[in-house]
């Protein structure tokens, strides 16, 4: 199985805060990396797919960057509404994984 | 409004069985392969299974660790598909999601509220 690993597990930012989220998978996985938030109680909802496209109604204060190994997710300007957990997520070969989630905080 | 809902899930004991619905509304469940991706109180995502659509005979395909308990089928005149449970552990205890593939992104880009399942006697 792909491991992918995400750093860190949690953070605490200021309203304002460009934010960094880092993920590495343990094997050549090209661009085939997705990214989702999380909010308490709700499901994950897309952000970023092959690693750096922005989904449609997203802002633009989100990006994706990387190939291969290592990728990086960024808020530019960290909104209070960013409060969430945010997962990366492989799709290069079964089965699927997920990254353990970085947890965002102000 | 494009959306799924899943259904199915509740109280179980551990050996028992479910079977978990997501109903589809807003597009065709039949254009896209639906997965089921579940999580603990507290913990990550963690993929569960997938089933393809017809135009690639409805393949499925499990976490290794569920192969063999779970099982994922569809129905498309019904717009649904399915997750059934079997020889459930309390380790099974989770929200459990349904979400579209979509496939030119191969990303997950619509996902059900989630309903728990919880194994426990």
């Known amino acids: 199985d792909i491991q992918m690993t995400q750093s860190p597990s949690s953070l605490s930012a200021s309203v304002g805060d460009r934010v960094t989220i880092t993920c590495q998978a343990n094997q050549d996985i090209k661009k085939y990396l997705n990214w989702y938030q999380q909010k308490p109680g709700k499901a994950p909802k897309l952000l970023i797919y092959?690693?750096?496209n922005l989904e449609t109604g997203v802002p633009s204060r989100f990006s994706g960057s990387g190939s291969g190994t290592d990728f990086t997710f960024t808020i530019s300007s960290l909104k209070p509404e960013d409060i969430a957990t945010y997962y990366c997520q492989q799709y290069d070969d079964l089965p699927l994984t997920f990254g353990g989630g970085t947890k965002v905080e102000i | 409004e494009v959306q799924l809902v899943e259904s199915g899930g509740g109280l179980v004991q551990p050996g028992g069985s479910l079977k978990l619905s997501c109903a589809a509304s807003g597009f065709a469940l039949s254009d896209s392969a639906i997965h089921w991706v579940r999580q603990a109180s507290g913990k990550g995502l963690e993929w569960v299974g997938r089933?393809?659509?017809?135009?690639?005979?409805?393949?499925?395909a499990y976490a290794a660790s569920l192969r063999g308990r779970f099982t994922v089928s569809r129905d498309d005149s019904k717009n649904r598909a399915y997750l059934q449970l079997n020889n459930l552990k309390t380790e099974d205890t989770a929200v459990y999601f349904c979400?579209?593939?979509?496939?030119?992104?191969?990303?997950?880009?619509?996902w059900g509220q989630g309903t728990m399942v919880t194994v426990s006697s």
């Open positions: 092959a690693a750096s």
């Open positions: 089933v393809k659509n017809k135009a690639n005979n409805y393949a499925t």
């Open positions: 979400t579209r593939l979509q496939s030119n992104s191969f990303s997950f880009d619509i």
